[in-house]
DNA sequence: GCGACAG
DNA sequence: ATCTTGTCGC
C-alpha cells in the first residue's frame, strides 16, 4: 500500500496492489483519490492517510493475507504506527517498512543483503533495521498486527529480493502516482 | 526550554 | 510527500 500527492497539497491518491509473494505477481489493485483528511504530523501520519487506503482497501477483489505499509507499526513514539492502525481496523495481519526512522536506536548493519539489527527504543525492541541489498540503506521493519517480528523479516525479504523496498510498496506506488496524473 | 520528527 | 542535475557503480 502506498500514497502520492498532488503538487497543490490538497488531492492524494491512495493505491493497494496484492502481489503473490512466491511470483511477486500483482494479483489484484485497487485505488482511491481523495483529500487528506488530516495535517501531517509526525506521530499522527496513520489519521492522514488511513481513510484513502480503507477505501482502496474496499475496492479490492480478493482479500490480502499481509499488509504490507509504507511507513511504522510498533516502533512508534505511542507504540501506535500506521500499521498497527491498519491493522486493528481491518482485523487483518500487517508490517509496516519504513525508509527513514522515526524512534529508536540501532547498532551498525552488516553489509551484507539479509543482515539486520534490533531496532531499540525506551527499553524495548521495537522493530529491526534490514538490509534488503547489498551496502544499500536498510529498511525499518516492525510489526503492525497478528505477525511476529521474525515473520514480519522475512516476508520484507521475500518481497524485496532485488531492490531495497517491497515489490508491494513499488508496485502501489507506481499505481497512486499515475492515479494521481489521470486526477489532473 | 530546545531539538527531533514515518509520509 | 514533492521539487530537481549530475554522478557513481554494476
Known amino acids: 500500500m502506498d500514497v502520492a500527492y498532488g503538487t497543490s497539497g490538497d488531492l492524494l491518491a491512495a493505491a493497494v496492489t496484492v502481489l ?3 511470483t511477486l505477481a500483482v494479483v489484484d489493485s ?3 483519490v481523495g483529500r487528506p483528511a488530516f495535517g501531517y504530523v509526525p506521530g ?3 489519521f492522514r492517510e488511513l481513510p484513502a487506503l480503507l477505501a482502496a482497501l474496499d475496492r479490492l477483489t480478493t482479500r490480502p493475507d499481509l499488509l504490507v505499509c509504507d511507513g511504522h507499526g510498533l516502533a512508534h513514539p505511542r507504540r501506535f504506527g500506521l500499521a498497527c492502525h491498519l491493522g486493528v481496523v481491518t482485523g487483518l495481519p500487517s508490517i509496516g ?3 527513514t526512522p522515526l524512534v529508536g536506536e540501532w547498532d551498525p548493519v552488516q553489509w551484507r ?3 539486520w539489527s534490533p531496532l ?3 527499553g524495548d525492541v521495537v522493530g529491526r533495521v534490514v538490509r534488503t541489498r547489498d551496502g544499500v540503506k536498510p529498511v525499518f521493519v516492525s510489526v503492525g498486527h497478528r505477525m511476529s517480528l521474525d515473520n514480519a523479516t522475512a516476508q520484507v525479504l521475500a518481497l524485496a529480493p532485488r531492490y531495497r523496498l517491497p515489490e508491494t510498496t513499488r508496485t502501489a506506488d507506481r499505481l497512486c502516482r499515475e492515479a494521481l496524473a489521470g486526477a489532473g
Open 20 to 22: 503473490d509473494v512466491r
Open 30 to 32: 485497487a485505488v482511491s
Open 44 to 46: 499522527l501520519f496513520a
Open 97 to 99: 517498512v519504513g525508509k
Open 113 to 115: 543483503r539479509g543482515s
Open 120 to 122: 531499540w527504543d525506551g
